[in-house]
């Protein structure tokens, strides 16, 4: 069940880990733009998406895409080196290869698509600004069906196949069901993943989101005080944490929304991947009040509050912990 849209995200994600790994490499301060919203989006960002779109639209074109990016910014006519450099890169990796504006603007909005009852949800470039320093980031696309994560794909080019953090890079997948498994790019190494075993507090790891501002991180200090947790969280960008705790290299992922932005919602492709991960490494994923997240209420998170993945073991014991610092 799932195999032919399974098989496809796995390409199109691998395509997508290959360019944005040597545009990571060759990166100058020219290849990013800064949106709207002040966050930054780069050539691997457009480039990544308009891979993925290419491939899952060829051979699913029936399955509408939902993603981050639009090309809206490259159309100006004062970011065309930047558009050239998209392009550059894409010369190679699309069967395409005279690839003109129009063609790389087409492809890059087949992302711009509404949620429905089926639907892939794509985030080219999860955690821009580790990317930008050259550390974690991740190529996340996830199926939703009615309202429920299928199909998860975690592409994190910088982190081992071993959960660790080399350089190897790894692919991470999970079909609801049927486990979460982690190989090497080409498909070697592969593994099952499963959360820690870790029942002693003390020695538990929390990961948490590298910029302060996109969490409470006074609050997630003293929930993680609260649980006798004693080491300092480990910080890194993007769903690569999700990763980490479906491999066991940490056991508490918890995003509780920074008090300067208290009704933040938090976007579907930001979460949608790593969540049916966790959840098929045999841990819980919720939001901090303890609830199911929904995927059935458009682009956003709208219904839940924060994000929560963890062991199953500990998963009450956080939402008590969060509870308790009111």
Not at 85 to 90: E, F, G, I, Q, S
Not at 104 to 124: A, E, K, M, V
Not at 147 to 158: A, E, F, H, R
Not at 284 to 293: N, Q, T, Y
Request: net charge neutral; hydrophobic share 35%.
């Amino acid at each position: 069940m799932l195999k032919i849209e399974l098989d496809t995200a796995r390409r199109a994600v691998t395509a997508a880990m290959r360019i944005t790994r040597r545009i990571q490499a060759d990166m100058t301060g020219s290849d990013t733009l800064t949106k709207e919203d002040r966050s930054p989006v780069t050539v691997a960002d457009f480039a990544s998406q308009a891979i993925i779109c290419s491939i899952l639209n060829r051979e699913l074109p029936n399955i509408p895409i939902v993603a981050e990016e639009t090309a809206t910014a490259l159309r100006r006519p004062e970011n065309r080196q930047l558009r050239n450099r998209v392009a550059h890169y894409l010369q190679s990796a699309v069967e395409d290869s005279d690839m003109d504006s129009e063609m790389l603007f087409n492809l890059i909005d087949l992302g711009n698509r509404s949620p429905g009852d089926r639907f892939w949800t794509l985030d080219p470039i999860d955690g821009t600004k580790g990317f930008l320093r050259g550390e974690q980031y991740a190529v996340a696309l996830g199926l939703i069906e009615r309202g429920s994560v299928q199909i998860g794909l975690l592409g994190c080019p910088n982190l081992d196949h071993e959960g660790t953090e080399k350089t190897g890079g790894c692919l991470v997948t999970s079909v609801r069901g049927q486990g979460a498994w982690m190989a090497s790019p080409d498909g070697s190494n592969r593994r099952q993943c499963r959360v820690s075993a870790t029942r002693e507090t003390r020695g538990m790891r929390f990961v948490e989101s590298y910029v302060s501002s996109h969490s409470n991180a006074d609050m997630q200090l003293a929930v993680a005080r609260d649980l006798g947790i004693r080491g300092n969280p480990v910080r890194m960008d993007s769903q690569v944490k999700y990763a980490v705790v479906a491999s066991g290299n940490a056991e508490i992922y918890l995003r509780i929304p920074h008090p300067n932005t208290p009704d933040y919602k938090e976007k579907i492709w930001d979460h949608a991947a790593g969540s049916l991960i966790v959840t098929e490494a045999g841990g819980r994923v919720s939001d901090i009040d303890g609830r199911p997240l929904d995927f059935s209420a458009g682009k956003t998170l709208a219904n839940n509050r924060g994000i929560l993945a963890t062991t199953s073991e500990m998963h009450e014991k956080v939402i008590r912990a969060i509870a308790r610092q009111g």
